[in-house]
């Protein structure tokens, strides 16, 4: 169920004015846009001049990064405010996140782009999110934020893999869900050509209404390192890639037909070398993990389920050709760009590592106690 209201619009600036009347006759507004948005956020705001309101408006430069700094504005506004309205994408509603952290706020979000990743189903679980979600109708016109979108599309097939993954280990019966969720995706991704912009927006704006956020994937957990180290910063492109690698490597653990209970991995020296990529504290990272025990009966819940789980990953990596295709069209250089700026020994080394961060039933995390150390072999 969702935890807001989505609203696709296809008259903005009448919406944005009933939203804010229902909420508030008159009284203080603050508005929250990157510079870029700013001719965006003005059509937004044209039809609330009819009412009684005080309109403080907070612009970002486009190249702002969300912290705590940078949210003072919106935290710093003035106790009267009593509706944030955010304008823009994800750093804006990142911003509207971080600022809720440390202060009480109703705020909604108003968005030009068909990517709704970290605007919609992504806010973090344990953040307020907004009161409404409005999605312009008529946001079709940048073709890179389609990429973005066969990105975050790609990573929600592989999460809803994994997560099913985990699920069968723990026993937890929720197929009518995830089948929900599958139907979805499936219908969005098709044979892998994804180049329908309208069966793309729809497809994941229906998806965003219906997802579970709850699950922190894997597939959430690499692309943000491969952002940390600098791979790229768009999470569009850094869910594509965690999504393609995932695949190859889910596949390749659901591949060995005979797992033995070994001696498991040192995931002491995965968070070792973790502390040393994200300058975390090394303790913490080990203190997090020092709790995991293996399961038998893990052995052979994965044994029962390995072909079916193969399955789905093999059709899913028939059609990587085609998606990663589909998202390169949408890029303004068609990938050239991926050939050069990203190291792929780089994100070799962060799912090697990554299992310290993934859930204990993760594949990933599975695979340390049942293939081991290969330092050992």
């Not at 209201?5 to 507004?29: E, R």
């Not at 990663?324 to 700026?341: C, E, L, Q, W």
Request: with cysteine; charged share 25%; aromatic share 10%.
């Amino acid at each position: 169920m969702e935890k807001f209201i989505t609203q696709i619009s296809d008259n903005i600036p009448a919406d944005v004015a009933k939203l804010v009347s229902d909420i508030m006759p008159m009284g203080h507004i603050c508005v929250c846009y990157l510079g870029k948005d700013k001719e965006f956020a003005q059509r937004a705001l044209s039809q609330i001049s009819q009412f009684e309101y005080k309109i403080t408006q907070v612009e970002y430069p486009d190249d702002t990064v969300c912290n705590e700094d940078t949210a003072q504005d919106i935290i710093n506004c003035d106790d009267d405010a009593r509706l944030f309205l955010g304008i823009g994408g994800r750093t804006i509603v990142s911003l509207m996140g971080k600022a809720c952290e440390k202060r009480a706020m109703q705020y909604a979000i108003i968005t030009d782009s068909p990517f709704l990743y970290g605007v919609g189903y992504a806010l973090t679980p344990n953040r307020q999110t907004p009161i409404k979600l409005l999605i312009d109708k008529f946001c079709k016109k940048d073709y890179s934020d389609y990429a973005r979108c066969i990105g975050a599309v790609l990573a929600h097939r592989v999460a809803l893999w994994e997560k099913k993954y985990v699920f069968h280990m723990l026993g937890i019966q929720q197929n009518a869900k995830l089948k929900a969720e599958e139907t979805v995706l499936s219908e969005i991704i098709g044979d892998g050509n994804i180049d329908d912009k309208d069966r793309l927006f729809d497809g994941i704006v229906t998806y965003a209404q219906i997802s579970d956020c709850e699950f922190r994937s894997s597939v959430e957990i690499a692309a943000e390192l491969i952002e940390y180290t600098n791979l790229t910063y768009d999470r569009g492109e850094s869910l594509l890639l965690a999504a393609i690698a995932l695949v190859k490597y889910f596949k390749a653990i659901m591949s060995i037909e005979e797992y033995r209970l070994i001696i498991p991995a040192d995931t002491s020296v995965r968070c070792r070398s973790l502390s040393k990529l994200l300058g975390a504290d090394v303790s913490e990272l080990i203190g997090a993990v020092k709790n995991r025990k293996f399961e038998g009966k893990w052995l052979y819940i994965h044994t029962e389920y390995r072909e079916d789980m193969l399955k789905e990953l093999e059709e899913l990596d028939g059609k990587l050709i085609n998606i990663i295709k589909s998202a390169k069209r949408f890029m303004p250089d068609v990938g050239y760009h991926f050939g050069d700026d990203y190291d792929s020994d780089s994100i070799i080394k962060i799912l090697y590592n990554l299992s310290p961060l993934t859930h204990e039933c993760s594949p990933i995390a599975i695979a340390d106690a049942l293939l081991g150390d290969p330092s050992l072999d």
